[in-house]
């Protein structure tokens, strides 16, 4: 017989987690997560394919313009990343991302329905992408915050590796699923397919039955203060603090490289686009390998010490991938990107599941609306340096930037608590109540290490 804890509505503390399962996937809220995730990742992958050919087929857009719809996917996170934490501290993170699925749904479906209406323009495409951004700016930490009530801290590890593992899966499968639903439909059509698979996963999340803590109810106090609150919790705490800043260096260069790459490879050394394609496609193999082996590495090494070995077997390739060239140095130069973004992905899984172990539930949604933030932001100026560097001293040069950047990205973690981690798992948050200062904000309890 089951007994339920009756929780009152001033108890803010998550519900205690149900029995683990052996496996994540026989958990039903897990299950339907990820299968929603599933949906809508491979959605994402269409749109970001699509989009930009519907302007360029059906606008005839010029390259500016395809340009403008690239800044707009992203700007949003910097428009609302930061007060997104603290309006979804008032709001249901599962409600939330519901609502921001139907929404994205129906901003791209309008874009067929205009299209076979004739009416469609690029003012229409602007609004929608930068509409769609501000949703996706929601639902990202929405989800991010959500995870560890649904599933319980001590099993993020094995959760974030699945899905991350999805993630990287859907990146290397997903743009030539993409291109193959563009070729036998048309732009406009496959944006119709997006549309369903967000529809898709509002209709699979809404079936999770399983509750999560009540939203904290408004205290009054101006916006300004609960993000500045977010923003000193992460900075003044010495586990969020190093991750901040090994995210923010790794997204900067990681920019940088992704910007240079098709300059040096396609246009100064004259390789092909597939080739190309070939290069990038590597780097998705890398992040999925990374993601399926983090929790193993994590569980019998430890936390910190793989990721600092890690670190440690990824510093030379960086250097391989800066010698790209004619010949078999393209080929060491992959092998090269494999080596760095399998350590990305590996951090990607192990990093996320700290933050999300150490950072109270109260704190979670500004806590992942300030990383989102400081992560989405360095993208805009990674794009200007390469700009700079190229105009100044030359592709060459910029990929050099990248590349050893790339490979000192993770020294931040090296003078950081992060180093002695153990197991994920062990880590009990402590911190603030929402709205409370920097200095209880950066005491956590380590537990084990």
Same mark, same amino acid.
Not at 6 to 26: G, K, Q, T
Not at 344 to 360: A, E, F, K, M, Y
Not at 380 to 389: D, E, M, Q, R, S
């Given at each position: 017989?089951?007994?339920?804890?009756?929780?009152?509505?001033?108890?803010?503390?998550?519900?205690?987690?149900?029995?683990?399962?052996?496996?994540?996937?026989?958990?039903?809220?897990?299950?339907?997560?990820?299968?929603?995730?599933?949906?809508?990742?491979?959605?994402?992958?269409?749109?970001?394919?699509?989009?930009?050919?519907?302007?360029?087929?059906?606008?005839?857009?010029?390259?500016?313009?395809?340009?403008?719809?690239?800044?707009?996917?992203?700007?949003?996170?910097?428009?609302?990343?930061?007060?997104?934490?603290?309006?979804?501290?008032?709001?249901?993170?599962?409600?939330?991302?519901?609502?921001?699925?139907?929404?994205?749904?129906?901003?791209?479906?309008?874009?067929?329905?205009?299209?076979?209406?004739?009416?469609?323009?690029?003012?229409?495409?602007?609004?929608?992408?930068?509409?769609?951004?501000?949703?996706?700016?929601?639902?990202?930490?929405?989800?991010?915050?959500?995870?560890?009530?649904?599933?319980?801290?001590?099993?993020?590890?094995?959760?974030?590796?699945?899905?991350?593992?999805?993630?990287?899966?859907?990146?290397?499968?997903?743009?030539?699923?993409?291109?193959?639903?563009?070729?036998?439909?048309?732009?406009?059509?496959?944006?119709?397919?997006?549309?369903?698979?967000?529809?898709?996963?509002?209709?699979?999340?809404?079936?999770?039955?399983?509750?999560?803590?009540?939203?904290?109810?408004?205290?009054?106090?101006?916006?300004?203060?609960?993000?500045?609150?977010?923003?000193?919790?992460?900075?003044?705490?010495?586990?969020?603090?190093?991750?901040?800043?090994?995210?923010?260096?790794?997204?900067? *260069?990681?920019?940088?490289?992704? +910007?240079?790459?098709? &300059? #040096? =490879?396609?246009?100064? %050394?004259?390789?092909? $686009? @597939?080739? !190309?394609?070939?290069?990038?496609?590597?780097?998705?193999?890398?992040?999925?390998?990374?993601?399926?082996?983090?929790?193993? *590495?994590?569980?019998?090494?430890? +936390?910190?010490?793989? &990721? #600092? =070995?890690?670190?440690? %077997?990824?510093?030379? $390739? @960086?250097? !391989?991938?800066?010698?790209?060239?004619?010949?078999?140095?393209?080929?060491?130069?992959?092998?090269?990107?494999?080596?760095?973004?399998?350590?990305?992905?590996?951090?990607?899984?192990? &990093?996320?599941?700290?933050?999300?172990?150490?950072?109270?539930?109260?704190? !979670?949604?500004?806590?992942?609306?300030?990383?989102?933030?400081?992560?989405?932001?360095?993208?805009?100026?990674?794009?200007?340096?390469?700009?700079?560097?190229?105009?100044?001293?030359?592709?060459?040069?910029?990929?050099?930037?990248?590349?050893?950047?790339?490979?000192?990205?993770?020294?931040?973690?090296?003078?950081?608590?992060?180093?002695?981690?153990?197991?994920?798992?062990?880590?009990?948050?402590?911190?603030?109540?929402?709205?409370?200062?920097?200095?209880?904000?950066?005491?956590?309890?380590?537990?084990?290490?």
């Amino acid at each position: 017989m089951t007994i339920r804890r009756r929780i009152d509505v001033r108890d803010r503390r998550p519900p205690a987690p149900e029995p683990s399962p052996s496996s994540l996937f026989r958990d039903d809220g897990f299950r339907k997560l990820f299968s929603a995730a599933a949906a809508s990742t491979v959605g994402t992958q269409v749109s970001f394919v699509a989009v930009p050919l519907v302007a360029v087929i059906a606008l005839d857009a010029t390259p500016g313009q395809v340009g403008l719809l690239g800044v707009l996917k992203t700007v949003a996170f910097l428009l609302v990343g930061l007060p997104a934490g603290v309006w979804l501290d008032r709001m249901r993170r599962r409600g939330v991302m519901i609502g921001t699925d139907l929404a994205r749904a129906v901003l791209l479906g309008s874009i067929p329905l205009a299209w076979w209406l004739d009416l469609l323009t690029l003012t229409q495409l602007y609004v929608v992408v930068l509409l769609t951004g501000v949703l996706t700016v929601f639902f990202d930490v929405a989800a991010l915050s959500y995870l560890p009530s649904l599933v319980g801290r001590d099993r993020l590890v094995d959760a974030n590796s699945k899905l991350v593992s999805l993630e990287a899966a859907a990146g290397v499968a997903g743009p030539s699923l993409a291109g193959f639903l563009v070729q036998v439909t048309a732009a406009p059509v496959a944006l119709a397919i997006d549309a369903a698979t967000f529809l898709w996963s509002a209709l699979v999340l809404r079936r999770i039955r399983r509750p999560e803590p009540p939203p904290v109810p408004a205290d009054g106090r101006p916006l300004w203060r609960g993000v500045g609150a977010g923003i000193r919790f992460v900075l003044g705490h010495p586990l969020l603090r190093p991750i901040a800043v090994t995210g923010a260096a790794t997204n900067l *260069f990681l920019q940088i490289a992704t +910007v240079t790459l098709p &300059l #040096l =490879v396609h246009r100064e %050394l004259g390789f092909s $686009a @597939g080739m !190309l394609g070939l290069f990038f496609s590597c780097g998705g193999v890398g992040v999925l390998l990374g993601a399926l082996t983090a929790r193993r *590495f994590g569980e019998r090494l430890g +936390v910190g010490p793989t &990721l #600092l =070995v890690s670190g440690l %077997l990824s510093t030379p $390739a @960086g250097f !391989l991938v800066a010698l790209v060239d004619r010949g078999g140095w393209l080929w060491v130069a992959m092998l090269g990107w494999l080596v760095l973004t399998y350590r990305i992905g590996l951090d990607n899984v192990l &990093l996320v599941s700290i933050r999300q172990r150490v950072t109270p539930d109260p704190m !979670l949604n500004r806590m992942n609306a300030t990383m989102r933030f400081l992560f989405t932001g360095v993208l805009a100026i990674g794009a200007a340096v390469v700009g700079v560097l190229g105009e100044v001293a030359g592709v060459r040069v910029g990929m050099w930037v990248a590349a050893l950047g790339l490979a000192f990205a993770w020294l931040p973690l090296v003078v950081s608590p992060v180093r002695a981690l153990r197991a994920a798992d062990r880590i009990r948050p402590a911190g603030p109540r929402p709205g409370t200062g920097q200095r209880r904000a950066g005491r956590s309890r380590l537990s084990g290490n």
